[in-house]
């Protein structure tokens, strides 16, 4: 017996990345509200005359529909459900820097409703001429929680003691902050002040930003394995 095909019908979506596949096709990622991450073949989008040559675009937003099984499906119907939202230079570099993100740490067929609200206020912050830094630590951490590897920086590792903010404390992947005294000096070392503004989203100050960066990359670098994100490279060269 022959298994039914999955048949999607007008979801919301994201356009991740786009990338031609074969003549005349595109292979598309795409960041759904209730499906999460789907593949999707788009036959025929490369052609002049297509119906969708100009609208499969990452950061778009799309109502989409879609069929198929396995993990990559075919593309049936897509069209515009808003404005795409003009970006450019640093802007621009932090959206696709966030689309790598996404594609690195989530799975196809995976649903991540609130990640979805996560990405379109991460746009909507770079579209709107929201700091670029404040946007992507939000969304770093955002991202962090959903997939499982949520930050716990309010209590010393193991314990209930409170952090305390004259203090220094340094993060140990996959357990969180401990004392500073009783690690490798050379760890990574954040005063429980810093710690307890990431923890509630408070950026404005430029010792935070800093922290927060230092932190976040250290532990998305941890849960990477040791793969690069292509986009980071681009934003170092650009001084970002």
């Given at each position: 017996m022959t298994a039914?095909?999955?048949?999607?019908?007008?979801?919301?979506?994201?356009?991740?990345?786009?990338?031609?596949?074969?003549?005349?096709?595109?292979?598309?990622?795409a960041l759904s509200q209730q499906h999460g991450r789907v593949g999707l073949v788009a036959r025929g989008s490369r052609r002049p005359r297509s119906r969708w040559a100009n609208l499969l675009q990452p950061f778009r937003?799309?109502?989409?529909?879609w069929s198929g099984r396995g993990g990559l499906h075919t593309l049936r119907a897509a069209e515009s459900s808003g404005e795409l939202g003009a970006m450019s230079g640093k802007r621009l570099m932090a959206g696709y820097y966030i689309n790598e993100l996404i594609l690195e740490f989530t799975h196809r067929g995976d649903p991540h409703p609130a990640l979805f609200a996560h990405y379109a206020a991460a746009l909507a912050g770079l579209t709107n001429q929201e700091d670029v830094e404040m946007v992507l630590r939000r969304f770093e951490i955002a991202l962090l929680n959903e997939v499982g590897y949520g930050l716990t920086l309010g209590c010393v590792a193991g314990t209930q003691e409170a952090l305390r903010p004259d203090r220094e404390y340094g993060y140990l992947m996959d357990r969180g902050p401990v004392a500073a005294d009783t690690i490798d000096a050379d760890g990574?070392?954040?005063s429980g002040s810093i710690l307890l503004a990431i923890e509630a989203g408070d950026f404005h100050s430029e010792p935070?930003?800093?922290?927060a960066?230092?932190?976040l990359r250290?532990?998305?670098?941890?849960?990477?394995?040791?793969?690069r994100l292509k986009t980071r490279d681009v934003m170092a060269s650009m001084r970002f």
């Amino acid at each position: 017996m022959t298994a039914k095909d999955d048949r999607v019908d007008m979801e919301t979506a994201y356009l991740l990345h786009v990338r031609p596949w074969r003549e005349t096709s595109q292979l598309v990622e795409a960041l759904s509200q209730q499906h999460g991450r789907v593949g999707l073949v788009a036959r025929g989008s490369r052609r002049p005359r297509s119906r969708w040559a100009n609208l499969l675009q990452p950061f778009r937003p799309l109502y989409v529909s879609w069929s198929g099984r396995g993990g990559l499906h075919t593309l049936r119907a897509a069209e515009s459900s808003g404005e795409l939202g003009a970006m450019s230079g640093k802007r621009l570099m932090a959206g696709y820097y966030i689309n790598e993100l996404i594609l690195e740490f989530t799975h196809r067929g995976d649903p991540h409703p609130a990640l979805f609200a996560h990405y379109a206020a991460a746009l909507a912050g770079l579209t709107n001429q929201e700091d670029v830094e404040m946007v992507l630590r939000r969304f770093e951490i955002a991202l962090l929680n959903e997939v499982g590897y949520g930050l716990t920086l309010g209590c010393v590792a193991g314990t209930q003691e409170a952090l305390r903010p004259d203090r220094e404390y340094g993060y140990l992947m996959d357990r969180g902050p401990v004392a500073a005294d009783t690690i490798d000096a050379d760890g990574l070392v954040l005063s429980g002040s810093i710690l307890l503004a990431i923890e509630a989203g408070d950026f404005h100050s430029e010792p935070v930003r800093r922290g927060a960066k230092r932190l976040l990359r250290a532990i998305l670098n941890h849960h990477l394995g040791g793969r690069r994100l292509k986009t980071r490279d681009v934003m170092a060269s650009m001084r970002f």
